[in-house]
């Protein structure tokens, strides 16, 4: 059978780093015609301003492991990769010209972008976010998101000169059931917003078609150790699904109980049925009450 070439109506500046948010979001863009005509992540800041990435020896194990990197998807669809340790740097504008993008796309990238860069495509520069903007700007939406038990969701909004905040292109909320894990939610997230700027850039970006973001919203860094503490005036469910959803940080979950002092390590199940006493402990994991039911996790000894 004949194979028949792609037609890429799209060729695009890609800003990202090793994350599962980046890994998932390629195939969509990819089949909606978007091609990366230069792959860009970040080097460290007594690195060369940019300089172009080499082809990795043996290629990665699978190019559809989560965490495969920018440069290794960019390398196996043979599209330039280069590292940037300073984006004000001349010639870093200077080596993105020539490659004449239409759009940018950012995903995960920790630096923001200098103005030169974000108004270098014709197109515009546009982040995929993983929070229903305003609320939730940042480096790490999902934790926050999920410490609130608020609701998951995606926006892709056009770059501007500050973190999070230019105006609106689309949003889309996401629903996932209870007790799903933070690999899961990236996947969700990083399909729906690619596929969503992907369909919505395909025919242009009409500026008009841009909302600015409502005023006000919220900003959280990157968590620190004390905010994975469980308090025992939390609903079960929601003390679950954040254990859930953050665990592949790696961290305890602190939890004072009457007069104990827990740390959690997994979320086991919850039951909205709220028990007569405040702490049960059995073989390998303990109950716990709190304000509407009980949480069922194991914990450190």
Known sequence: MKQIARHYTTRLLFFG??????????APLGAHGMRIGGGFSPAPPQAAAISRVPPPRTPPISLADSYTTPADLAHAAGVPVFAVARLHAAEVGAMLAPLMPDLGCIACFPRRLPEALFTLPPGGCYNLHPSLLPAYRGPAPRFWIMRDAAQL?????RVDAQFDHGPILAQQVIDLPDGVDGATIDTHSAVAAATLFATRSAAGIPLSSLRP????????????????RIDTTWGARRAFNFMRATADWGQPYPIGIAGREFQLQDAISYE???PSIPIREEPGRVRLQLADGALYARFRE
């Not at 780093?17 to 390629?26: K, L, Q, T």
């Open 17 to 26: 780093m090793a994350s599962r948010f980046w890994a998932a979001a390629r």
């Open 153 to 157: 969701g995606v926006t892709i909004h």
């Open 213 to 228: 973001q409502p005023a006000g919203g919220s900003a959280y860094p990157a968590p620190a150790a004390a905010d994975f």
């Open 272 to 274: 909205t049925r709220r």
